[in-house]
Structure formats: structure tokens, C-alpha cells
């Protein structure tokens, strides 16, 4: 499964070295996504992270930085909702029911599905399938390797999702509510393994 973290929507204290950190765990791309940010303020977080996970970093906003840096791709998003012309790098985008799925999956290389769990970062976002939704949207090929779970994602979950068949895990808060836990190592090992 792919390991994807979305960065927390604040600018925080060492967070470049915390992403640095999450890429020599395993990481296999961070979403850049720092809503209403300045350019300046993405060139600047950008600018700390080392040149050679640029590759994996996919931004949310800001189209414009991923020749300079060149970066991974693009998610698309009610903002930022159309591909800049010409643009060659990965495409990704949010998906809120199954029916978005099936109609951008095509358009894609991959999506995200959302919220498969209740929210760890926002209060009151629960989680909008059920297991035996799930369960059909993977019998049925819906749910396959181009779609990514979002939402109250963690380490305790991650069997649930390789069950429906998910291709990976996007994680927001729970990686970011352990970036001063001492045992942080221990944990991102843990969900590589756990992802493998």
C-alpha cells in the first residue's frame, strides 16, 4: 500500500525536518497542502526540505512551484480545480462518495476516498461508508490500487483497509498529533511495516 501524509494545514515549528524524517521512514509522498498559504510561504517550507524527496512531494495549491521544484504533481481541489496547461506530473484529486470515484479514476493516477474513518483532526467528521459499502465497492473494482482511504487513518486500521482493498492509507492526524512523541521512530516503522 502507499503511505501518503497530508501536512498539517499550520506552518509548524521543525516541520521540514519532520517531513524529512517521514521520507526515511518509507514515506512515498507528502501532500503539501497549507490552505490560503503564500506562495512565498510554500517556497519557503519547500526550500527546507531536502532537494531529494522533491520528487514525492504533491502540492495542493500553488501549481506553479511544481516545474521550479520539481515536484511529483498536482491534487486538484475546489481551489485549485483545473490542471495548468501543458502540466505532465501526477494528477490526483479528492473524492467524496464512490459515484466521484468511478468518474474520475479514469482522469487520474490516483484519488482519494474520504472519510473512511471518523476524523482524528476534525471534530464531528465521521465516517461516511459502511463496511458492507466498502466491502461491494472492492468486490465491484471500485475500491483498487488508484484509491487512497483518507480520514481518521492510523496504525490500528490499516488491516481494515487492506481488507476493502484500498491502495493505500493518506494519514493527517495522526502523524502530525506525534511529531514531538519521543517514540515517533518506533511508530513510522511500524506503519511502513504495516503498509509493506
Request: hydrophobic content about 40%.
Amino acid at each position: 500500500m502507499k503511505w501518503i501524509v497530508i501536512t498539517s494545514p499550520d506552518f509548524l515549528s521543525g516541520e521540514a525536518f519532520f517531513i524529512d524524517k517521514l521520507f526515511r521512514h518509507g514515506l512515498d509522498l507528502l501532500h503539501l497542502r497549507k490552505s490560503g498559504a503564500s506562495v512565498e510561504d510554500y517556497r519557503h517550507l519547500l526550500s527546507l526540505i531536502p532537494e531529494c524527496w522533491h520528487s514525492r512531494i504533491v502540492l495542493h495549491e500553488h501549481f506553479e512551484l511544481t516545474s521550479e521544484f520539481r515536484l511529483h504533481g498536482i491534487h486538484l481541489n475546489r481551489r485549485c480545480s483545473h490542471v495548468p496547461e501543458g502540466f505532465k506530473g501526477s494528477i490526483s484529486c479528492s473524492c467524496h462518495s464512490l459515484e466521484e470515484v468511478v468518474a474520475n479514476k479514469p482522469l487520474r493516477n490516483y484519488l482519494f476516498l474520504s472519510p473512511i474513518f471518523n476524523s482524528i483532526s476534525k471534530v464531528g467528521y465521521e465516517a461516511a461508508f459502511s463496511d458492507s459499502t466498502l466491502q461491494q465497492a472492492a468486490q465491484d473494482a471500485i475500491i483498487d490500487s488508484k484509491v487512497i482511504a483518507l480520514g481518521g487513518v492510523s496504525s490500528a486500521n490499516i488491516p481494515q483497509l487492506k481488507s476493502w482493498h484500498f491502495g493505500g492509507a493518506a494519514f493527517l492526524g495522526d502523524i502530525w498529533s506525534r511529531i514531538n512523541d519521543p517514540r515517533v521512530d518506533q511508530y513510522l516503522d511500524t506503519l511502513r511495516q504495516l503498509l509493506a
